[in-house]
């Protein structure tokens, strides 16, 4: 019998320290390491920085990948994963991100929440094993303590809904509010709905299922976001019809097909809809649905897809969404998460204000965060 999953002490016995520069002591040395002005330096250190999709705990379960260890670039050049760990996330002060278990589809249903319980006591075990530099968080008011205490806020979610898909009552497996967001579909259709990818098929139904508007009320009962990233258009517009009309909805990595249409991206009426929730969309750094060329993406593009949020919806509504070590390709410009800031100096060259680009790196994420959670 599967039971729900308990939390205790589970990394007290085992604290570790990490090993990364503080790059507040010498943030002009950041500057000129970087090759940005110091504007832009002072700017993101004073900006909440979150990111709403980091897929880095994917490879600790394929390869063993130490979250708690500083690697290099690996074997792939920071291609497809090495591009964070949280040394790295210290030392380019991201304050905040939510850390996703991915669903293997392969499995059958019971055995896929065996491991989403097994898989989230192993996550949270990971982040409480750095006390000193992590807190595991479930609203901004814990964020906050987090970052007063000088720690890095991780939320964890969920992509694939089918982990939880047994039975109406599988969500009940997840303590109260222990995960923020569930992104319904992946890259494959489930018992919940389609997929944009390709893979999907030519299948009739290309929307959400019943199950899968169940899924959607059940994820509102418990304050859980849901994320529409990955779903078809017309599974998207079912979760909206279903979705509690007084809570925000989330793409948390996605590109937008106003500056590169990919089958991946989202429309300006989705970019809308969403907005009209008041919720956000966190922007992708993967080169193919940014730019197009796999390995030639670029910040630039990043920021572009971030100014058509900001024209279509407004400066609240667009926020990051890197999908850090999701097999991606990232920015030429920008291969980790150590190069960040070079972001906030495209953004200024561009003509931001410094309000906007503190919306977009952290504000209006902890907004729509709030808006739910407290």
Known sequence: MLSRCAFGDVGSAMNKILDYRDH???????????????EAIELYLDSDVFDFHIDSFIWHRILGYDLTERHDHGLLGARFYS??????????QITGACWVITTNPAKVATERAETFVRNLAELRSIIDSVPDDFAFVRNVREYRAARAAGKHGAFIGVQGGNALDRDPA????????????VTLVH?????????????AGR?????????GREYVRRLNEKKIFVDLAHISREGFFDALEVHDK???????HTGVSGVFPHWRNIDDEQIKAVADTGGTMGVIYHGQFIDGPYFGGTIEGVVRHLEHIVKVAGEDF???GSDWDGAISTPRDMPTCLELPRLVEV???????ANVVKKVLGGNALRVIEALRG
């Open 24 to 38: 507040r002591k010498d943030p002009k040395g950041w500057a000129d390491e970087l090759g940005v002005s110091q």
């Open 83 to 92: 591009q964070v760990d949280f040394p790295r996330i210290r030392e380019a």
């Open 170 to 181: 599988a969500l009940d497996l997840v303590p109260d509010q222990a995960i923020l967001r």
């Open 187 to 199: 890259l494959s259709s489930s018992s919940l709905g389609v997929t944009s990818s390709p893979l």
């Open 203 to 211: 299948g009739k139904h290309r929307g959400l299922t019943a199950a």
């Open 246 to 252: 007084s809570q925000p909805l989330l793409v948390t």
């Open 318 to 320: 667009a926020s990051l």
């Open 347 to 353: 953004m200024l060259k561009r003509g931001w204000k």
